[in-house]
């Protein structure tokens, strides 16, 4: 995402535990599973992928409008939709906002 740094997960390399189909745990991001309207969400229930952190963009230029969409409660909305372990590790499990309209 442009929007962030350049990998926002990463899946560990040996010895650290790898998990297949997963996309790893946040790299210098924390990473979070929210409900539509900000809750965030315990391990193992599906919402939208936010992050934050210092490689997180602060908000779009002059773009009020794009800020408060893209934002929540200091979260970045990523638009994917994933699930959480109790590990931290991250599955991506669809899309929930289509980028053509944003």
Not at 12 to 33: C, E, F, H, Y
Not at 47 to 69: D, I, K, S
Request: with cysteine; proline share 5%.
């Amino acid at each position: 995402m442009t929007e962030t740094s350049h990998q926002v997960t990463f899946n560990p390399l040996p010895p650290r535990r790898r998990k297949p189909g997963s996309v790893g745990t946040g790299t210098n991001v924390d990473v979070a599973i929210m409900v539509r309207g900000g809750g965030l969400l315990q391990p193992g229930h599906e919402g939208e992928v936010v992050v934050r952190g210092e490689t997180v963009m602060h908000g779009y230029a002059r773009n009020l409008a794009a800020n408060e969409e893209a934002f929540i409660n200091g979260w970045f909305r990523t638009g994917d939709l994933g699930i959480l372990d109790r590990d931290g590790y991250l599955t991506v499990t669809g899309r929930g906002i289509d980028q053509s309209c944003r």
